[in-house]
């Protein structure tokens, strides 16, 4: 079966640095996956991790650990706008999505 | 900057009735799914179709639902005899062929079954 575990809510300051961790239990795993979604809006893609290590993307770096099963998005230089939910997801063999149920981030000035 | 589109936004259907909801994939995209996702719950895949066949699909993808591609650019998503428990935001993603493997959400199509 397919198992996403990340946590529901964290909260930061606004200029600070904040680590969202997920762990992962799939069958066919093809990759993990950071999405962000605000309220009422679709997904949208921040990055993706196939091999062990760290990918950076400006404030945004994601890290997999494939024998551990783990993944963490780090966030630098807090923004407002950066209040939302993560998603953490894993792709399976054929490039399915299984999602976490999200962390929701809130942002503090 | 090309984008996933989908119509309509918000559909109201009776339970019982069938419904199709369109989505529009990104045009050099070969790979298309369908993911659900329940007010307040996580996000669920439903179907992902490649080379005009179903490639995967989950086991809420029941007989109730199918879909197609009925041209060289539509795709759709049909439910069959809707349940109050169909509620839900219906999103299309697609991605491309090769190494991309990112998959691009459209803005969803908020259904509602009375």
């Known amino acids: 079966g397919q198992n996403i575990d990340q946590p529901t809510e964290m909260t930061a300051t606004e200029g600070a640095i904040v680590q969202i961790n997920c762990t992962y239990q799939t069958s066919g795993f093809n990759g993990l996956f950071w999405y962000q979604q605000h309220a009422g809006e679709a997904p949208t893609f921040l990055s993706y991790n196939v091999l062990d290590g760290l990918e950076e993307k400006g404030r945004f770096s994601s890290f997999l650990s494939r024998s551990k099963g783990y993944s963490y998005l780090l966030l630098k230089e807090l923004q407002m706008k950066d209040s939302a939910s993560y998603l953490c997801a894993a792709s399976g063999s054929a490039r399915q999505l299984t999602f976490g149920s999200g962390t929701q981030l809130t942002v503090l000035p | 900057e090309p984008e996933v589109t989908q119509t309509p936004s918000h559909q109201v259907t009776q339970m019982g009735q069938e419904v199709i909801l369109r989505c529009v994939p990104i045009?050099?995209?070969?790979?298309f799914y369908w993911y659900r996702q329940i007010l307040g719950q996580k996000v669920e895949f439903l179907v992902s179709?490649?080379?005009?066949?179903?490639?995967?699909k989950s086991e809420i993808f029941d007989d109730q639902f199918s879909v197609e591609r009925p041209d060289g650019s539509n795709f759709t998503l049909k439910i069959r005899s809707t349940k109050l428990e169909d509620s839900a935001m219906y999103f299309c993603?697609?991605?491309?062929?090769?190494?991309?493997?990112?998959?691009?959400f459209g803005p969803g199509t908020r259904l509602t079954v009375t």
């Open positions: 045009s050099n995209h070969l790979y």
């Open positions: 179709f490649y080379n005009n066949e179903i490639s995967e």
């Open positions: 993603a697609s991605s491309e062929a090769g190494g991309g493997r990112e998959q691009y």
